[in-house]
């Protein structure tokens, strides 16, 4: 999942959201991190359950293996994280009864306000986020390509990325189902998570 997949995980748990969203900053043994307000320390946690169990998941590695049979080798589930995050904005009526705008205010709210506990890599990251609206690029065909090749330019080595979203249009019906079907098992499985790991 990317940004907006991991927000959408946290969305009834809002004080998860700062340190979910930033989680990728944090590297390393989570020891590390025990200054952090117990707030934005599960929120990290959250985090890396949501990575794990996406990682892991046999749909999302059918995802992938559609992407590979394409010819994408080193980005093939890159590509199906930032593209997941296309399918859960295309479908936000599916999702949520607030409308995709409310969500973002909701997300900007609650990382404005822990700015001072997130990584500077972050809160650098997050001003470019923010400025140039990324997360409402995602639901149009146009705004992904625009993120693939911003991706693309930030791995530093030779990728396909450029390519996975035409390889999605093509193979979309087979992708959503998997798409679906992952969205209904990580929801599930995350609020246990959140209820049995971090009340």
């Known amino acids: 999942m990317n940004f907006v997949g991991h927000a959408y995980i946290a969305r009834n748990n809002p004080?998860?959201?700062?340190g979910n969203f930033a989680g990728d900053s944090y590297k390393g043994n989570l020891d590390k991190f025990i200054f952090l307000?117990?707030?934005?320390?599960?929120?990290?946690k959250l985090h890396r359950y949501i990575d794990?169990?996406?990682?892991?998941?046999p749909l999302i590695k059918s995802v992938g293996k559609?992407?590979?049979?394409?010819g994408v080798t080193k980005v093939a589930y890159i590509a199906s994280d930032i593209i997941l995050d296309h399918y859960i904005t295309k479908n936000w009526s599916d999702y949520?009864?607030?409308?995709?705008p409310e969500f973002v205010d909701i997300i900007y709210a609650q990382t404005d306000q822990n700015l001072m506990y997130l990584e500077e890599d972050f809160c650098f990251l997050y001003e470019r986020l923010k400025a140039q609206k990324w997360l409402f690029q995602y639901d149009t065909e146009e705004g992904i390509n625009r993120i693939l090749w911003q991706y693309?330019?930030?791995?530093?080595f030779d990728n396909d990325l450029l390519k996975c979203m035409s390889i999605y249009v093509t193979e979309k019906a087979k992708i959503d189902d998997?798409?679906?079907d992952f969205m209904a098992s990580i929801v599930e499985n995350s609020n246990k998570f959140i209820q049995d790991s971090l009340k």
Do not use: C, M, W
């Open 37 to 44: 307000p117990s707030h934005i320390l599960n929120g990290v």
């Open 66 to 70: 559609i992407f590979q049979n394409e």
């Open 15 to 18: 004080t998860l959201i700062a």
């Open 178 to 180: 998997l798409y679906t």
């Open 96 to 100: 949520s009864t607030k409308s995709f």
């Open 52 to 57: 794990n169990y996406t990682d892991t998941s």
């Open 152 to 156: 693309s330019r930030r791995l530093g």
